[in-house]
Structures are given as structure tokens and as C-alpha cells.
């Protein structure tokens, strides 16, 4: 269990502090308890803040897959509207077809009725004629009293074998032209009714990996919980660890006969008044950036302007943090610090007693941080204070 191993390593450290720290009567030795009270709370601190940069990164990385696993299901979803209107429209094209061979079937009926008629009237003409006393055509023919008289009945047998060929061989062409037209839309009918079994097939394909979009979505959304929980827990540790610092600062306090007392502040740099980020809730849009502002962000100070430390006191940190990247605090008195964080260098180390206005560092963009500016924190009776009630004549840059 990594995070046990953590807490209980965390757990010496702050023990081995109170072990060195002074027995009550003795004569103080400030800066020899004080360095190694610090060391500890460092160690600790860096042990911490390397776990927590590290769950910050895979946050990060976690965030962009579920973006882009969102992303990609919103794109299926899309495609399967799309899909989902072309089978629409499939369909819509079938119902057609299936009416126009329902009107073909209805022209091949009355066909096939007339046909049926016509070769009715066919056949009844052949009887009437053998009922006549003829057993044929031929007989007709035979009963002629002269030769244009067995013209005149062979044109007219003639003629009407004709017309009653006629009107069936017409009734046979329309008959073919009808079936042609028939079978053209049911090649149609197949082709669109396979155009849409392909577009099911398609849209289940979509269904199915819309479905394990959605359950990778699930899956990531678990695992950035969790790496949420840890990284809360993480800064929960934090805290505790800031408390410890404040402690000690009273200890300090205490031990060099510093007493308590409440503003007095000049401005950390002489360069900008310009504050561009209050104290309190935000949204930062940087991942792992704190999003309840601890202090206030002072723009338009770049990489080169001195920081001067705000009020006399003891530097009781001075070091590099994955968040606060390179960054100051001093302790003035009994619960009573001031933090400058993000800067590019330090001017001071812990334990180095510090006049008001004494240069501490250079301004930066170390830690987590978007552009050169100076964080500036400051706490009283162990309690974040607003650093605007400290910094006259600021200009709102938010
Ligand atoms: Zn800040």
C-alpha cells in the first residue's frame, strides 16, 4: 500500500520534529532546532509533492482521454442519426416501389382480363361460324358461288382473323411491356431493399461501438474519481503540513520572543500594481491548478522584478514545489506568515532573519503557473487573510 507507506513516513517525520523540538526551561538554540525541525517538514513536503505531481500529470492524461472518448461518442451519435434518416429514407423509397408494382400488378390484371375477353370473343365467332353448318374457315370458303364471291368471304374470314390476331398480338405486347416494366421495379425494389439491409447491418455495427464508447467513457470517469479522491486526499495532507509550518512559526515566534501582530505590509515589488486573479473561487482551466485561490496574483512583473519580503521576520521555507514552484515563506510573528510563490530564484534560505522590503527573490513562472506573475499569500492568528487589505492603491486586473 503506497499511500499507508506515505502517510506513515509523513507520520516520522513530523514525530522526529517534536522529538527535537526544545524541552520546555531550556535555553532556545533558534536556527540549529529550526533547520532541522524544517529539513524534516521538507523531506516530507517534497515526498509529497513528487506523489502529487505525478497524479496531477495522470488526471491530465486521463481528462484528455475522456474528452476525447466523449468526443469520439458524439461522433457515433451522429453517425448513427445519419444512418438512422438514410434507412428513413430507404424505406420511404421501398413503400414507393411497392405502390407502383401494386399499380403494375393492377395493369397486368386488367391485361390479362382483356385477353381473356378478347380471345373469348375469339373463340365464340369460331363457334358461331361451325354452329353456322361450316366445320371451318374452310367450309365458308367452300360455300362460295363464285370466284369473287370466295374472295370477298376469303377477305372477310381474312379480316377478321386479322383483327382478332390483331388485338391479341397488341394485348401480348402490352402484356410483355407491362411484365418488363415489373420486373425492372422489383430489380429496384431488391437493390434498394439490399441497400437497406446493408445500412442496418452498418447502424449495429455503430450501436455496438457506441456501446463500448459509452462503457470506456464509464471506465475513465471511474478511474479520474479515483485519482481525483487521492489527489484530494494528497492536498488534505498538504494542508496538514501548512498547519505544522504555522505551528512552528509560532514556536519560532515564541522561542526568539517574537509577538503577534496584524498587518504593517509593504507591497512584495515595487513594479506593478496591477492584481490579475482575487482571492477565492475559480476556475483556472490549468489542470491541478487550485481552483480556491489561496491569494491574490500580481501581472505585469515578468521574470526580473526584485521580491521584497512584505514585513521583518524569519524565512521558515524557501524551496522548489511542483505547484508553488520556487517560493518564500516568512514568519513574522505568532501565526503570522507571508508566501511569494512562482519565482524564478530565491534570494533566501530557511532560517535567514529578513528586514522589511529585504530582496527575497526574482519574479517568475515556476510551478503550476501560466505566465510570470507573483502569487502572494498571508496568513494571521494561522488563518489565510485577503493580501487586498494590504496592497493600496492595486489595480483590478480580473
Ligand atoms: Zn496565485
Known sequence: MKHSRRTLSLAMALL?????????????????????QIDNLKNASKEL???SSKLKLQLAELKDQRSSAI?????????????TQQIDNTEKQISGFEAMLAQTAYELEENRKQEEAQYAVFCERAR??????????????????SFSDLLSRLSDVQEVMNYDQGVLDELRRLQESIRAKQEEQEELMAQTEEAKTELETHKADLDQQRTEAEALVAEIEENVDEYQEQLD???AEREQIQAE???????????????ATKGGYIWP?????????PMGGRNTGIPGASTNHKGVDIGGVGYTTNVLATKAGVVITSKLS?????????????????????????????????TQGQIIGVTGDTGISRGAHLHYEITENGSRVNPLDYLPNYIKGW
Open 245 to 259: 509550518i504555522v505551528k512552528k512559526s509560532n514556536e519560532l515566534a515564541q522561542q526568539m520572543n517574537m509577538t
Open 322 to 354: 511542483s505547484s508553488y514552484g520556487n517560493y518564500v515563506v516568512i514568519s513574522h510573528g505568532p501565526g503570522n506568515t507571508t508566501l511569494y510563490a512562482h519565482m524564478s530564484s530565491r534570494a533566501v534560505k530557511e532560517g535567514d532573519t529578513v
Open 128 to 145: 358461331v361460324m361451325e354452329e353456322a353448318g361450316s366445320s371451318s374457315y374452310w367450309a365458308v370458303l367452300f360455300k362460295a358461288d
Open 49 to 51: 509533492a513528487n506523489e
Open 71 to 83: 468526443q469520439r461518442k458524439n461522433l457515433l451519435d451522429q453517425q448513427i442519426a445519419l444512418t
Open 269 to 277: 515589488e515595487t513594479v506593478s500594481r496591477r492584481i490579475t486573479s
Open 16 to 36: 522526529l520534529v517534536f522529538a527535537l523540538a526544545p524541552a520546555e526551561g531550556l535555553i532556545p538554540v533558534a536556527h540549529a532546532v529550526t533547520q532541522e
Open 233 to 235: 486526499e494528497l492536498n
